[in-house]
């Protein structure tokens, strides 16, 4: 029986926030298993193509083919051009529309792509206007990696960020196959409130005992839910720090992961200027691959 491809779409362009992705795609290449297919797409959007068009500088036929080319100049300079059975450059209005669409057009696993600010002082950690709109609505999974990606840092388990609720399930899934795929295990993290949040008025004794019993409460349905999601073959591990969620997972990404994966909240306008969401925070500021993945669609997403 011939194993199953796994396809993954690199959306790049012609900037250095693409070598992060583009060594992460190498990595995947190497690590991620002998049915992996890469294909990167850069998207020439509406707005470069009229100005091109324009000025008179080139007819859009041929400006698709010089992007076309000069991408596959890109991956060649990169040395990586011999990891991608697909190089393609297409026309499209925004590019985050276009990579969405052209994720579930490929039947691709997931969309990999750069994030814009790097780790470095003076550089604050951003995400770019093409990762945050595919965040909040790509209707598959989203791989954002930082620019300035070490590939050292890509050992340990794959991290799974998790509620332990089902807005996660499609995350957990993902993250159980990524793991059986690359023969890593999985490392399942589920962040309790700090451990002094509504225990001061008691005596330090029975605050103690309380958070005893919540960690031990927090476990229990921690394994239960390990139990259920039929990660058989899969080697399984649990931590369950105690603090704020983002400073928590950071610390864990910074131990170095292959990948770190989350589930999409898709929170609306409003909450958004309220707070951010993790998936965001953790995209931004994590030095390792983030996949964000939205949740299992529901029977109203299907109503017209």
Do not use: N
């Not at 997931?110 to 595919?134: D, Y």
């Amino acid at each position: 029986m011939l194993p199953l491809v796994t396809r993954w779409l690199v959306g790049m362009d012609l900037r250095a926030t693409s070598a992060g992705a583009l060594r992460y795609a190498a990595w995947l290449h190497e690590h991620g298993g002998p049915s992996v297919e890469l294909q990167a797409v850069h998207v020439v959007e509406q707005l470069d193509q009229h100005y091109a068009v324009k000025l008179g500088l080139h007819s859009r036929g041929h400006l698709m083919s010089l992007t076309r080319e000069a991408t596959r100049v890109a991956l060649r300079q990169a040395g990586v051009e011999g990891c991608f059975q697909e190089v393609d450059a297409v026309p499209g209005g925004a590019a985050d529309e276009v990579l969405d669409a052209q994720l579930t057009d490929r039947g691709a696993t997931g969309l990999i792509v750069g994030r814009q600010g790097p780790l470095r002082e003076g550089f604050p950690p951003r995400l770019g206007r093409v990762a945050r709109h595919l965040l909040r609505h790509a209707a598959g999974p989203v791989v954002v990696v930082p620019p300035d990606l070490e590939s050292a840092r890509l050992v340990g388990p794959i991290v799974l960020a998790t509620d332990l609720g089902p807005s996660s399930a499609a995350a957990a899934r993902f993250a159980g196959e990524r793991a059986r795929e690359w023969g890593r295990p999985l490392l399942v993290v589920h962040v309790l409130p700090p451990s002094d949040v509504g225990l001061t008025f008691l005596p330090r004794e029975a605050q103690e005992g309380a958070r005893s019993t919540r960690y031990h409460t927090a476990r229990e349905q921690a394994r239960r839910y390990i139990d259920e999601q039929g990660w058989d073959g899969v080697e399984v591990e649990l931590e369950l720090p105690a603090g704020a969620a983002i400073d928590e997972l950071l610390a864990i990404a910074r131990r170095g992961a292959p990948l770190v994966v989350c589930g999409a909240r898709r929170l609306s306008w409003v909450a958004r200027q309220l707070r951010a969401s993790h998936a965001t925070s953790l995209s931004s500021h994590a030095p390792v691959p983030v996949a964000v993945v939205p949740p299992d669609p529901t029977p109203e997403d299907s109503i017209p």
